[in-house]
């Protein structure tokens, strides 16, 4: 896949990082983005009422269903079945793909049309259609941007939070073979000609899945477009890729979850749409699909399971709030992260459903560990505990020994070059966590021998004061710069809108 | 491929497969759990939403307004009419205004009762899925306006809930430019959850393949935060409230 800025050229998190901290629009535009979605769920949570009961109450029942994830995933399976759905497993993300095209083949399929699905993402599902022949059309706006670009959603709910309108344009006028303004309306009303056509003609529509219902065997799907409405009603085959964990019991529950998760994506009392879809048409219906798949993924997921300290990530509805809350993403944004999963969501899944928690520390080291995301989770998974427990875990699974050596090895020629000096300070902090207590180091071996035989050494801080030299230093400098005066009044605009309007303005997928 | 399988041969055995996969699939979330399989169902204390929401309710009139203070804040309209009569006038001045050439509504007997066809001579209006020959999702797409009853609606958040069936296609609410739903006002509840667990009671057979909430116009905000109606769905929505 190619990349555009932001998305690639950088080993690390902090390589991505300093590509995207140094595109200015990039920084505005996801700070605005996250600013509007966070107050628009603070207003939400406010006008509604009780939020610490309804997340406790959407806790619970996340706790529940994944703590009987056998039980209930059985259930859905076998009532999907009796709604004449064909179910599928995949415990890999191969598996899932090799399923998927082999519908697609067996349909002689020439165009699949997508609505998000974040499974999909981790699959690169596209590119595989595309292998065989087979044109997978993105059709959520947002998405449907990115995907001209040739980049990935660069934030779960807005994924081209990244693209300013004259860049959209450009990509849109390309595809259209003609000049189209840079104006919104014009721009999505190209997209709406556009796949209209398509929606019409693909043999098969795509879909995630939100929830799905164990009781009836039915799945559920959030969005504010139609586009999903349109995947799952006009192509004659249907395929929903549902990872294994997107259970919930039965409808009632879904009102709790239908409570939860619009307010905490973008603030809305509920999204436009919202479809519980029970099996394929019934014979006499004139539209929606002949044939309906879902395809269970596990993917990594179920490595999670029996984890004490990860296994509530099961928990997770996908509604980006932790990402809103986080001042690391604000200022980084989603591309940065690396993987299909960003923001303190992110920053936790992607190396637990990949096992591989060496190569993505970094990630876990992208956060400043507040607890914001915490706080603005709506079924209350403690991620910033879990950044720490992956800390952790990089220390014993055996990287601790080399730093710990490291460590030993004196002063000295550390402290002739500051580069050095800062590497030493970063591992002294993970070294330390063996011969800390308390806050204080009372140890005399190694370098603090002399130092120790009369004094005891604090521990250092989470942050030093050079590491937050640099941060502080690029706030104060990004801060003073003015605004683009078109910038500048679009966003005045837009809290102009949001000042008469009410919960209206927040919409989006 | 192998093509020489039917394509019916072809499900049977990607269901064995599944059938097999099922066993260590789910075997596998078992022995993660550290326990063997559960047959019967656990109890489920925290079932739905929090009783003090489940006692929460408005009277008719507070549905009402509230239900229209909503739509209309996420770019809906609302009018409130007393008859079919009232509903026939609003639906004709509308097309007329419009010049909607093509209309297309739902099959049933209220819809039916708006004679719709003698008031808009001009007009085509299709009622769905009459005419095995015709292609309905064509005809839906290509509508200026379609016109549908709505099952059941939610005050709290302006929700619509339209059910499929033989007589009322889903792309009807979906596809024309305009949606024009008629809501008769004893339909209207205070919660979603009054709507939502008439699906846990019907229970699985009973259940439409489609059943959608439908809370205003389309709309997107995926271009620079600038918000967007009508984008896939249908962008003007006017719910008609009745009786």
Same mark, same amino acid.
């Given at each position: 896949m ?14 991505r990082?300093?590509l ?10 996801? +700070?605005?983005?996250?600013? &509007? ?9 406010e006008?509604?009422g009780n939020?610490?009961?309804?997340r406790?109450?959407?806790?619970? /029942? ?6 009987h ?7 859905f399976v ?8 064909h ?11 090799d399923?998927?095209l ?18 999909s ?8 259609l ?24 660069s934030h ?14 450009d990509l849109l ?8 303004e840079?104006?919104? +309306?014009i721009l999505?009303g ?6 209209r ?18 009781e009836?065997g039915s ?18 085959t ?7 964990e997107r /259970?919930i019991?039965?409808w009632?529950d879904?009102e ?6 619009p307010?905490?994506a973008t603030g809305?009392?509920?999204?436009m749409?919202?479809?519980? /879809? ?6 006499e ?31 997770c ?14 200022? /980084? ?15 936790v ?8 928690i060496?190569?993505w ?5 992208a ?15 403690p ?7 992956l800390r952790r875990? +990089? ?16 002063f ?5 070059k500051?580069?050095?000096f ?12 063996f011969?800390?207590r308390?806050?204080?180091i ?12 009369y &004094? ?5 801080p ?5 590491q ?7 706030e104060i ?5 003015e605004?683009?005066?078109d ?9 102009k ?13 | ?5 039917t394509?019916e041969e072809?499900?049977r ?11 260590t ?29 489940n006692?929460?309710e ?12 909503n ?7 609302v009018q ?22 093509y ?10 009762g ?5 008031e ?7 009622v769905?899925n ?10 839906s797409a ?11 609606a939610?005050?709290?958040?302006s929700?619509?809930v339209?059910?499929?069936?033989k007589?009322?296609?889903?792309s009807v ?7 024009i ?7 209207i509840?205070?919660?979603?959850g ?5 699906f846990?009671?019907s229970g ?6 489609g ?19 009508g984008?896939h ?5 006017y ?5």
């Amino acid at each position: 896949m190619s990349h555009g800025p932001g998305t690639a050229g950088g080993a690390t998190v902090k390589e991505r990082a300093d590509l995207a901290l140094n595109n200015e629009f990039l920084r505005k535009a996801v +700070k605005f983005t996250t600013e &509007r979605l966070k107050n628009g769920k603070l207003k939400a949570m406010e006008e509604h009422g009780n939020w610490e009961e309804w997340r406790e109450r959407g806790r619970q /029942i996340r706790l529940h269903t994944i703590a009987h994830l056998d039980y209930y995933l059985n259930m859905f399976v076998e009532n999907a079945r009796a709604n004449g759905v064909h179910v599928h497993f995949a415990e890999t993300a191969q598996e899932a793909v090799d399923i998927s095209l082999s519908i697609a083949e067996r349909k002689s399929a020439k165009s699949v049309v997508k609505s998000k699905s974040m499974v999909s993402e981790e699959l690169h599902l596209n590119h595989a259609l595309e292998s065989i022949g087979v044109e997978a059309i993105e059709t959520d706006l947002g998405e449907y941007i990115i995907q001209l670009a040739g980049e990935v959603p660069s934030h779960i709910i807005i994924p081209a939070i990244h693209k300013n309108r004259f860049q959209i344009a450009d990509l849109l006028s390309e595809d259209a073979g003609e000049k189209l303004e840079a104006d919104t +309306k014009i721009l999505a009303g190209y997209v709406r000609r556009r796949l209209r056509a398509k929606f019409l003609e693909a043999d098969i529509g795509m879909t995630g899945c939100n929830f799905a219902i164990a009781e009836t065997g039915s799945m559920v799907l959030f969005e504010n477009e139609g586009n999903a409405r349109m995947v799952t009603t006009l192509p004659k085959t249907q395929i929903t890729l549902m990872g294994m964990e997107r /259970i919930i019991p039965s409808w009632a529950d879904l009102e709790v979850m239908a409570t939860l998760l619009p307010r905490s994506a973008t603030g809305q009392k509920l999204t436009m749409y919202m479809s519980g /879809i029970t099996g394929p048409r019934r014979a006499e219906d004139a539209d929606g699909p002949d044939e309906m798949h879902i395809i269970i993924v596990d993917n990594g997921r179920s490595l999670q399971l029996g984890d004490p300290e990860f296994q509530e990530l099961l928990n997770c509805i996908r509604c980006g709030a932790c990402l809103n809350a986080c001042p690391v993403y604000r200022h /980084i944004g989603g591309h940065a992260y690396g993987g299909t999963y960003s923001g303190p969501i992110g920053a936790v899944l992607t190396p637990s459903l990949q096992k591989n928690i060496a190569e993505w520390d970094d990630i876990a080291n992208a956060s400043s560990l507040c607890g914001a995301c915490y706080e603005a989770c709506p079924v209350k998974i403690p991620l910033h505990d879990m950044l720490v427990y992956l800390r952790r875990r +990089k220390v014993e699974a055996g990287y601790g020994n080399k730093i710990e050596n490291a460590g030993m090895k004196g002063f000295a020629t550390l402290l002739s070059k500051s580069g050095r000096f800062n590497t030493v300070i970063k591992l002294g902090k993970i070294g330390q966590k063996f011969i800390s207590r308390g806050g204080e180091i009372r140890l005399k071996v190694g370098p603090l021998a002399g130092w120790n035989t009369y &004094r005891v050494t604090p521990t250092l801080p989470k942050k030093s004061f050079r590491q937050q030299w640099g941060t502080l230093d690029a706030e104060i400098r990004n801060g003073l710069q003015e605004m683009s005066p078109d910038i500048k009044k679009r966003m005045e605009h837009a809290i102009k809108d949001r000042a008469k309007g009410g919960g209206h303005g927040h919409g989006h997928n | 491929m192998d093509t020489t399988k039917t394509h019916e041969e072809w499900l049977r055995e990607m269901e064995e497969k599944s059938r097999a996969k099922q066993k260590t699939f789910i075997g596998g979330i078992s022995s993660k759990l550290r326990r063997p399989m559960v047959d019967d169902a656990p109890p489920h204390p925290f079932r739905g939403s929090p009783d003090f929401w489940n006692a929460y309710e408005w009277n008719e009139q507070e549905r009402i307004n509230r239900f229209t203070d909503n739509f209309v804040s996420v770019g809906g309209h609302v009018q409130r009419l007393e008859t079919m009569e009232e509903v026939r006038g609003f639906i004709t001045d509308k097309a007329n205004e419009l010049s909607a050439k093509y209309i297309v509504r739902q099959n049933e007997p209220e819809l039916a009762g708006l004679n719709l066809e003698d008031e808009l001579p001009d007009a085509r209006i299709s009622v769905w899925n009459t005419d095995p020959e015709q292609h309905w999702k064509a005809r839906s797409a290509e509508a200026d306006i379609g016109v549908v009853m709505v099952d059941y609606a939610a005050a709290y958040t302006s929700s619509m809930v339209v059910l499929s069936s033989k007589d009322k296609g889903r792309s009807v609410s979906l596809l024309p430019t305009v949606l024009i739903a008629i809501i008769p006002v004893e339909r209207i509840k205070t919660r979603l959850g009054e709507v939502m667990v008439q699906f846990d009671e019907s229970g699985r057979a009973n259940l439409p393949a489609g059943i959608h909430f439908i809370s205003g116009p389309s709309r997107s905000s995926d271009i620079e935060n600038d918000l967007t109606i009508g984008v896939h769905g249908p962008g003007v929505v006017y719910a008609l409230i009745v009786g």
